[in-house]
């Protein structure tokens, strides 16, 4: 997933489009995608690793893709979110000043007279990046001072969200990335050192809740399922590791033979998708599934038009996935997919 706050990691991956406005802010945060590390999975909580057994890793999934850009720009496409009833909300542009970032949400059938633009009023940028099925959306968005906050929109109406502890003007940053059903949302704020931290923040009441996992140097929580079971990703010596937060208790998971994986998405069944990178300098997707039992195991995930860089940001009640990949040409394209 690419937020406003990093460099696009995927536009990078195809020698094109990069956010230049936000990345030295956190250069020392991102992960270097080379190198090759092994595969791990461990409690960072207790005091004891937690003993999993091994994980397997089948080939990789087989699904149907279907490529879905907003014609307003096909040449910048990610998709970021989906609900049970298959709506899909994400963004188009580079966001760059002659291309800036629009968000939008679309049903099925996903056509192009189908898409409904979703701008911050006044913003220089917006990214719409989750929604639940009880019509509540969220994202973030960068104003004309360059600072980023959150946004939340239900029935026509906006509502700004910045977290109380955040850097000061024109450096502040907060995103909200994921919600449940529940109106319980996920994302991150930059501190005043300029490091990432993970919160819950409840919709309803505006109040932010701080989730700490015990180890790694900077958090970032992606997605929250209907039980509350939280996922992201935090940096540990200079690589991205997923995280699982599940009644209290941190778990942390490396893609196998992966030197950065990250958790993008969280269903009720602790199904988790997400991507991994490697030796190759490649991108891919991924599902985990049964993250916390003997039957644990990860499928690799990769569209068939992608040109080394797929990522999958999220899925369903019914396993369909969205995301978006980078095609020959170098456009970043959306696409959604079911399972075969």
């Not at 490649?282 to 040109?307: C, E, M, V, Y």
Request: with cysteine; hydrophobic share 35%; net charge negative.
């Amino acid at each position: 997933m690419r937020f406003l706050a990093q460099p696009d990691r995927a536009a990078s991956n195809a020698g094109s489009l990069e956010r230049a406005f936000a990345a030295s802010i956190f250069a020392t945060l991102l992960a270097t995608l080379t190198g090759c590390g092994g595969g791990s999975v461990s409690n960072a909580a207790s005091s004891q690793a937690r003993a999993l057994p091994p994980a397997r890793t089948p080939a990789a999934s087989a699904y149907t893709f279907t490529t879905v850009d907003d014609p307003a720009d096909p040449s910048f496409n990610e998709i970021l979110g989906i609900d049970d009833g298959a709506r899909i909300v994400g963004f188009f542009g580079s966001g760059s000043a002659s291309d800036p970032s629009q968000g939008y949400v679309v049903a099925p059938p996903y056509g192009q007279n189908n898409f409904r633009k979703l701008d911050y009023p006044g913003a220089a940028d917006t990214e719409a990046t989750d929604l639940n099925d009880t019509r509540t959306i969220l994202g973030f968005y960068r104003d004309t001072e360059n600072d980023i906050a959150g946004f939340v929109f239900v029935r026509g109406i906006w509502t700004n969200v910045k977290h109380p502890h955040g850097m000061p003007n024109h450096k502040s940053v907060t995103e909200l990335l994921g919600v449940n059903n529940e109106d319980t949302a996920v994302g991150f704020y930059t501190d005043s050192s300029g490091l990432n931290e993970a919160f819950a923040y409840d919709v309803t009441t505006g109040k932010f809740r701080t989730l700490s996992p015990p180890s790694g140097n900077g958090a970032i929580a992606t997605s929250i399922s209907g039980r509350g079971d939280i996922v992201g990703y935090l940096q540990k010596k200079g690589h991205s590791v997923g995280f699982l937060l599940r009644q209290g208790t941190y778990t942390e998971f490396s893609y196998p033979g992966a030197t950065d994986t990250e958790f993008l998405g969280v269903t009720v069944y602790d199904q988790i998708v997400g991507s991994y990178s490697g030796s190759s300098g490649a991108t891919h997707g991924f599902l985990l599934t049964n993250p916390l039992k003997s039957s644990i195991a990860w499928q690799r995930i990769d569209d068939p038009s992608a040109a080394g860089t797929t990522v999958v940001t999220g899925i369903n009640q019914s396993d369909e996935i969205v995301g978006y990949y980078v095609d020959s040409a170098g456009n970043t394209n959306g696409f959604f997919a079911t399972p075969k």
